[in-house]
C-alpha cells in the first residue's frame, strides 16, 4: 500500500492499455506503477512492491508475460492477473491456477470486472 491505496503494477507494451488500465484503476482510487516490456516489469516489481500484478501475456517475445507472471508469483504473494485478446482460449485449454496465475483478463478489460476482481483479490490476500 501507498498513503492507503493499494499498489497495481500494470506491465504492458501496448501504451494504449496502460493508459487505459491507469484511468480504470486510478478512478477506482489504486496506484499505479506502469512498466513497458517485463524486463522492466520486474524491475518495478522490485522498486514498488505492489500489492496486484497485471501482466500481458505477449510482450517483446510471445511468451515474455507469462514467463514474467511466473517469475513474479514465485517472487511474492502479491495475485497475478494475465492479460490477453487470447485469455479465453488460454482458460479454454489450461486453468490459470495451473501455471501460477491467480486469473486470466479479456481484452479489452471490461473495467466493472476488472475492479470487483481487484476488490476481491485484494481483500483476499489480507
Known sequence: MQNG????????DEQDVLDGLRMILEANDYVVVEAGSAEEGLKKYEESNPDLVLVDM?????????NLAKTLKTRG???????SSMAEGLTGQIGPT???LDGTFQKP????????????????SR
Do not use: N, Q
Open 5 to 12: 491505496k493499494y499498489v497495481v503494477l500494470s506491465v504492458d
Open 58 to 66: 505477449m510482450m517483446e517475445t510471445m511468451d515474455a508475460g507469462l
Open 98 to 100: 495451473e501455471i501460477g
Open 109 to 124: 478489460v471490461d473495467p466493472d470486472a476488472l475492479i470487483s476482481c481487484l476488490k476481491r483479490a485484494l481483500s483476499d
Open 77 to 83: 504473494s502479491a495475485p497475478v492477473y494475465l492479460l
